[in-house]
């Protein structure tokens, strides 16, 4: 194992941005999933919706556009960013203070 893989620091951070990029791909793959009418009754739908609701509890209805997918991608794909974003964020500045 690198060094630079002993930290850690660089551990918490890199764990940080993969949780990060796993809860913006569950946002991205419902509006995919959404835009692409995918069953709802499927269990698999109704699993990465729930996720999706619940990682996006705070976004999801934050816009009022009158076009449903509009409010799907702006609500769920701010959720996204924002936690690249964040996450990315924290991690980048956990690995620089190693």
């Given amino acids: ?36 009418d995918a069953n709802p009754g ?16 705070w976004s999801h209805d934050l816009f009022t556009f009158d076009a449903a997918w509009a409010r799907v991608v702006a609500g769920y794909g701010l959720a996204a960013v924002v936690y690249l974003f964040v996450g990315h964020a924290i991690a980048g500045r956990m690995h620089r203070q190693h």
């Fill in 42 to 57: 499927n269990a698999l739908v109704q699993f990465v919706h729930d996720a999706a609701r619940w990682l996006a509890g």
């Fill in 1 to 36: 194992m690198s060094p630079r893989y002993r930290n850690g620091a660089n551990q918490a951070g890199t764990v940080i941005a993969i949780v990060a990029d796993i809860m913006a791909f569950i946002l991205g793959l419902w509006i995919l999933m959404y835009l692409l």
